[in-house]
C-alpha cells in the first residue's frame, strides 16, 4: 500500500503526482494515463498478491497443522504403549487396539508424505534460490538501507521453512519414539503373545 500513500499524500500537499504501482509489469495500454485506469490496476495487482500470499500461507499453514496432529498422534500412542493394561484377559485385545492405531497413524504419514513431498520440495527449491538472489543483492548493496532490506528479506523466506522443518523433526522423533514406548512398557511380565506383538512392533 505504500505507492498510493506515497501519491495521496504529494497531491495532498499539491505538489506533482506520479502514479506509482506495488508491481512493475507489461500491459497492452498506459495504466497512468488515468486514475480511472490507475485505480483499476492497482486493486487488481494488491488483489493479485493478497490472494497469492493466502493460498500460499494456507498450503503452509495446513501442512504444519497436520504434521503436529500426527505429532501429537504418536504422542498419545507412546503414552498407550507404557501404560498398556497387562492383566491377563485384555492383554491381547489391548496391544491389538495399539498396533492398530500404530498401522493406522503409519498409513496416514505416508499419505502426508504423497501429497506434500513434491510441493515442499518445490517450495524449498525456490527459497533456496531467491535466499541465493538475496545474499548476491546484499554483497552489491550500496546502502545500509539494502542491505536490511535483503537480510529482512531472507528472513521472511526462512522462517516459514524452519518452522515446517521444526514440526517436520518433531514427528520423525515421536514415530521413532514408539519403539522405546513398546520397550519400556511391562512386557517381561507379560504373556507370550505380548511379547510377540512387542517385538514386531520394535521391529517396525
Known amino acids: 500500500m505504500a505507492p498510493a500513500l506515497v501519491t495521496f499524500a504529494k497531491f495532498c500537499l499539491g505538489q506533482d503526482t506520479t502514479y506509482l504501482l506495488p508491481f512493475g509489469f507489461v500491459l497492452p495500454f498506459d495504466p497512468l494515463n488515468h486514475w480511472v485506469r490507475y485505480i483499476a490496476v492497482y486493486s487488481f495487482q494488491v488483489y493479485s ?19 503436529a496432529f500426527l505429532t501429537a498422534e504418536f504422542g498419545l500412542l507412546q503414552h498407550d504403549f507404557v501404560h498398556v493394561n497387562l492383566e491377563p484377559e485384555q492383554n491381547h485385545s489391548t496391544i491389538k487396539d ?4 500404530h498401522q493406522l497413524l503409519l498409513s496416514y504419514t ?13 517450495d524449498l ?13 546484499a554483497t552489491v548493496a550500496k546502502g545500509i538501507l539494502e542491505l536490511v532490506n535483503n537480510f529482512v528479506a531472507v528472513i521472511a523466506l526462512l ?10 523433526e518433531q514427528l520423525k522423533e515421536e514415530s521413532a519414539g ?14 507370550l503373545k505380548y511379547r510377540k506383538s512387542i517385538i514386531f512392533i520394535i521391529k517396525r
Open 159 to 168: 522462517l516459514p521453512t524452519l518452522i515446517f522443518c521444526y514440526y517436520g
Open 49 to 67: 498478491m493478497f490472494h497469492f500470499v493466502y493460498v500460499f500461507i494456507g498450503t503452509q499453514t495446513l501442512m504444519v497443522t497436520l504434521c
Open 110 to 122: 505416508d499419505m502426508f508424505n504423497d501429497i506434500f513431498n513434491k510441493m515442499l520440495f518445490i
Open 178 to 191: 514408539i519403539a522405546d514406548s513398546a520397550y519400556n512398557s511391562k512386557w517381561n511380565i507379560a504373556n
Open 98 to 101: 495399539c498396533v492398530r492405531k
Open 125 to 137: 527449491l525456490f527459497v533456496s534460490l531467491t535466499v541465493c538472489f538475496f545474499a548476491f543483492a
